[in-house]
């Protein structure tokens, strides 16, 4: 409704240029008081019965002529909008410089190259939604499909006979059941992101303490780093700094971050940390890992987007985690960013508002 209402004329428009029935009384109204006008100055002049019935005659016939010329101008105006109207429902302009009316109706004619305007924007709109819905629906069908074969082409072959060969069985019931908790990811990331942009994603914003918060964060992730030798580092927060945040939506876009850093660092750390400044705090994931291209920095956080497809669905990747974040971080009216050199490794930061203390 809010398109159609951005597509409709101003109607105060239309009506200066319209000649309406409403209009008709005000020409006769007219009409009378120049005929009582007329009479009043023949009155003054004393002219005969005769030469006053001549010259209403002239009169009526003369105001009659002048109201049809008028009538048909009006008339042939509005058809010409009407025309135009048709010709933008029908497409049949390319650019709305090609829409042109009279001089008297240039306030109208700014209108419609408006209206032509935000119609084709809409339209562009539309067409980019319905790409990106194609492409959505097409990567989902992909990621889904994925997991499900894997899962698939295991039972069969444990149904086949490999059930009883004890060198595999096992292998293969602990990589369906990977696949089985990588599906149950992708569901869940896909269950988070229509949920948000669907704007169904309620906040609960309120001050909490950021050092506890990423302690607590960060002890979940210490036997990941362990595993792979990596230090993982909390630097030094004032412990009593509090910043304005959906501490469980944003425990989400920090393990998101954190898994991510481990996940892509062999050697070397994964340092988290907290910047303050006077009114906002830029809180911060770095890792010394393999980097991420320069050509692909503006699209990480796209929906599906990998730098390395294989390595991240080998890794457990959904393709939906840093979607996730760019959306969480945006409903705290921040912005993720990043930087990345190759070999060296990557940055994640956003700012939070903080509790600014009376001393």
Same mark, same amino acid.
């Given at each position: ?10 109607? !105060?428009?239309?009506?200066?240029? $319209? ?63 009407? =025309? ?9 302009? $390319? ?19 408006k209206m032509y305007r935000k119609i084709e924007n809409d339209i562009d709109r539309l067409k980019k939604l319905e790409k990106v819905r194609t492409e959505f ?8 499909? @994925? ?23 096992r292998t293969f019931l602990e990589k369906a059941n990977q696949h089985v908790n990588n599906l149950n990811n992708l569901l869940n990331d896909l269950i988070d ?33 362990? !595993?792979?030798?990596?230090?993982? $580092? ?13 501490k469980e939506r944003l425990k989400q876009v920090m393990i998101n971050l954190i898994t991510n850093a481990i996940k892509y660092t062999e050697k070397g750390k ?27 920095? =503006? ?18 990747? @959904? ?41």
């Amino acid at each position: 409704m809010k398109q159609l209402k951005g597509w409709v004329i101003d109607l !105060k428009i239309l009506k200066r240029i $319209n000649l309406t029935s409403t209009e008709i009384p005000t020409y006769f109204f007219l009409f009378i008081l120049s005929v009582l006008f007329f009479l009043f100055i023949t009155f003054i002049i004393k002219l005969n019965i005769t030469q006053i019935i001549f010259l209403i005659f002239a009169f009526v016939i003369i105001f009659l002529i002048v109201n049809i010329f008028f009538i048909r101008k009006r008339n042939n105006e509005i058809q010409l909008i009407i =025309n135009i109207m048709r010709g933008i429902r029908k497409n049949q302009f $390319n650019t709305s410089a090609e829409i042109k009316l009279p001089g008297n109706l240039n306030e109208l004619e700014v209108e419609i190259h408006k209206m032509y305007r935000k119609i084709e924007n809409d339209i562009d709109r539309l067409k980019k939604l319905e790409k990106v819905r194609t492409e959505f629906l097409g990567n989902v069908s992909h990621e889904l499909r @994925t997991p499900i074969f894997a899962i698939q082409g295991y039972i069969e072959t444990l149904l086949n006979g490999a059930i009883d060969d004890k060198k595999v069985n096992r292998t293969f019931l602990e990589k369906a059941n990977q696949h089985v908790n990588n599906l149950n990811n992708l569901l869940n990331d896909l269950i988070d992101i229509s949920m948000i942009e669907s704007k169904q994603m309620k906040m609960s914003l309120r001050y909490f303490k950021l050092t506890p918060f990423i302690e607590n964060i960060i002890s979940e992730f210490k036997e990941s780093a362990e !595993k792979k030798n990596l230090e993982l $580092n909390l630097l030094e927060i004032n412990p009593e700094l509090e910043v304005f945040g959906d501490k469980e939506r944003l425990k989400q876009v920090m393990i998101n971050l954190i898994t991510n850093a481990i996940k892509y660092t062999e050697k070397g750390k994964v340092e988290v940390g907290a910047e303050e400044f006077d009114k906002n705090v830029r809180v911060f994931v770095k890792d010394t890992g393999i980097g991420i291209p320069e050509k692909d920095l =503006n699209r990480i956080f796209e929906r599906f987007y990998r730098v390395d497809k294989n390595r991240s669905r080998e890794m457990g990747g @959904t393709g939906l985690g840093l979607a996730i974040v760019k959306h969480i971080v945006e409903a705290h009216n921040s912005k993720i960013e990043v930087k990345s050199q190759l070999g060296i490794g990557s940055e994640f930061y956003f700012f939070l508002k903080k509790l600014k203390r009376r001393i």
